[in-house]
């Protein structure tokens, strides 16, 4: 496997998981209080979605001509990984909350308990918020794949590490049997804003033109760099960005993964 | 609101997100490393560039957003 499939597996694993996530998280809400059997045809109905989405799309992607992929794809990914990481780096300063996932399990709950009775078969509210939020939360997994898989002419490994991911969540939330509340997701959506910015920039350079300096190795120089870069703005902000009103200093909590010190 | 103008607004708001001016500089900043390697000059030096100031830029509008609201 070369450097660049390892990072198109990780990638994808990593988005795959935060995504899955919270998934698990709003499927376990409407499954618990509502129907299990008409949260999991929900579930089904998504993931057959899903699946026809990247079955539809990928043949058609890979067979664009490499310059044009490379810098449509290289732009797109960037354009994504950089909204990802924006995030991230507002969520490690302590400027947007962080997903709890405990709080939209409650959140869930209480809204599905809010309906009232139960209808004795098929429950129609229990297959639609599963089919809804595994579709939308897996759509971003799609793109991903999609995107990572056809520039490497690999979207079967990209689907691979997809689904990985996802029955390594389903196991850990059978296993759990409550929301997957301690995953660090703010680093692993740093970690996947790092790798698709990388890889966006890298690509779409390329796809413009562009010749990088050592070819593929300048992602070894680019991954980190924008590591360096994400973590040095965290950093940044934490020191010089007020909390409202302008007089609190920005509580320095605790890094996750990131390497900053608070 | 028909339903062709809600499902392109919701891929808008999907692939550019919430802050579409990091979008256009993407854009721009692919065009212009399109222009200086189609006159042969080394040109992988722009995108690392543009990404470092347009994460900047989009960080600072979204902190002072932040620090406004909050």
Same mark, same amino acid.
């Not at chain 1, 290289?74 to 997903?99: D, V």
């Not at chain 1, 595994?134 to 990572?148: D, K, M, R, W």
């Not at chain 1, 690509?203 to 924008?226: F, K, N, T, Y």
């Given at each position: 496997?070369?450097?660049?499939?390892?990072?198109?597996?990780?990638?994808?694993?990593?988005?795959?998981?935060?995504?899955?996530?919270?998934?698990?998280?709003?499927?376990?809400?409407?499954?618990?209080?509502?129907?299990?059997?008409?949260?999991?045809?929900?579930?089904?109905?998504?993931?057959?979605?899903?699946?026809?989405?990247?079955?539809?799309?990928?043949?058609? /992607?890979?067979?664009? +001509?490499?310059?044009?992929?490379?810098? !449509? &794809? @290289?732009?797109? %990914?960037?354009? *994504? #990984?950089?909204? $990802?990481?924006?995030?991230?780096?507002?969520?490690?300063?302590?400027?947007?909350?962080?997903?709890?996932?405990?709080?939209?399990?409650?959140?869930?709950?209480?809204?599905?308990?809010?309906?009232?009775?139960?209808?004795?078969?098929?429950?129609?509210?229990?297959?639609?918020?599963?089919?809804?939020?595994?579709?939308?939360?897996?759509?971003?997994?799609?793109?991903?794949?999609?995107?990572?898989?056809?520039?490497?002419?690999?979207?079967?490994?990209?689907?691979?590490?997809?689904?990985?991911?996802?029955?390594?969540?389903?196991?850990?939330?059978?296993?759990?049997?409550?929301? /997957?509340?301690?995953? +660090?997701?703010?680093?692993?959506?740093? !970690? &996947? @804003?790092?790798? %698709?910015?990388? *890889? #966006?920039?890298? $690509?779409?350079?390329?796809?413009?033109?562009?010749?990088?300096?050592?070819?593929?190795?300048?992602?070894?120089?680019?991954?980190?760099?924008?590591?360096?870069?994400?973590?040095?703005?965290?950093?940044?902000?934490?020191?010089?960005?007020?909390?409202?009103?302008?007089?609190?200093?920005?509580?320095?909590?605790?890094?996750?993964?990131?390497?900053?010190?608070? | 609101?028909?339903?062709?103008?809600?499902?392109?607004?919701?891929?808008?708001?999907?692939?550019?997100?919430?802050?579409?001016?990091?979008?256009?500089?993407?854009?721009?900043?692919?065009?212009?490393?399109?222009?200086?390697?189609?006159?042969?000059?080394?040109?992988?030096?722009?995108?690392?560039?543009?990404?470092?100031?347009?994460?900047?830029?989009?960080?600072?509008?979204?902190?002072?957003?932040?620090?406004?609201?909050?």
């Amino acid at each position: 496997m070369s450097g660049a499939e390892l990072g198109l597996a990780v990638s994808v694993f990593l988005a795959c998981t935060v995504e899955a996530v919270e998934a698990l998280t709003i499927v376990l809400a409407v499954g618990t209080t509502r129907s299990w059997s008409s949260a999991m045809s929900g579930v089904g109905a998504a993931t057959l979605a899903l699946a026809a989405i990247v079955a539809a799309l990928g043949p058609a /992607l890979t067979s664009l +001509p490499i310059g044009v992929l490379r810098v !449509a &794809v @290289g732009g797109l %990914l960037l354009i *994504f #990984g950089l909204q $990802w990481l924006r995030k991230a780096i507002l969520r490690s300063a302590g400027l947007k909350a962080k997903h709890d996932e405990q709080e939209t399990f409650r959140e869930e709950t209480e809204a599905a308990r809010a309906l009232g009775v139960k209808p004795a078969g098929f429950d129609g509210y229990a297959f639609a918020i599963s089919f809804k939020g595994v579709l939308l939360e897996g759509l971003e997994v799609a793109f991903i794949v999609l995107t990572f898989g056809a520039n490497q002419k690999h979207v079967a490994l990209a689907a691979a590490a997809a689904a990985a991911a996802v029955l390594a969540v389903i196991a850990a939330g059978v296993a759990a049997r409550a929301p /997957l509340a301690k995953v +660090p997701e703010n680093t692993m959506k740093f !970690a &996947v @804003g790092v790798m %698709l910015s990388s *890889f #966006g920039m890298f $690509w779409g350079a390329e796809g413009a033109g562009a010749s990088w300096p050592g070819g593929d190795a300048a992602l070894l120089a680019l991954i980190p760099s924008v590591l360096i870069a994400a973590n040095a703005i965290v950093w940044m902000l934490r020191r010089a960005i007020p909390v409202a009103g302008g007089e609190e200093p920005v509580p320095a909590e605790a890094p996750e993964l990131t390497g900053v010190s608070a | 609101m028909s339903r062709v103008r809600a499902f392109c607004l919701g891929v808008w708001d999907f692939i550019v997100g919430d802050d579409w001016r990091t979008a256009l500089g993407v854009v721009l900043a692919l065009g212009l490393t399109a222009l200086i390697a189609d006159a042969s000059i080394a040109a992988w030096w722009v995108m690392p560039l543009a990404v470092l100031g347009l994460l900047a830029l989009s960080i600072r509008r979204a902190a002072r957003g932040a620090a406004r609201s909050g």
